[in-house]
């Protein structure tokens, strides 16, 4: 456990794929906040979905991508975004 809090806004993504690759958010409703102390941002992210909001991933079907101050919870095989967590504190 660290000294600092963390402080994450959820997000539910409705996302398009772009003709070139990669996605674009269309559209993304807000779940709440989470706060955490912990050392991996990634388990407390997932680990807030499924107390709060009850979504549980299958293993293998999804995974989290992080690009330094957000992560998302994407699917493996299309790469389509489905939740993601925005740091609202540095």
């Keep these: 456990m660290t000294d600092k809090k963390y402080i994450y806004e959820v997000r539910q993504v409705e996302a398009w ?36 909001f009850g979504v549980i991933f299958k293993k293998n079907k999804t995974r989290i991508t992080f690009d330094g101050d957000n992560y998302e919870v994407v699917d493996r095989k299309t790469g389509e975004p489905l939740f ?5 504190n540095w």
């Design 17 to 52: 794929a772009e003709p070139d690759g990669g996605w674009t958010y269309n559209n993304s409703w807000k779940m709440g906040t989470f706060t955490t102390r912990a050392k991996d941002h990634r388990k407390a992210f997932t680990g807030h979905l499924r107390r709060k």
């Design 84 to 88: 993601c967590a925005y740091l609202l």
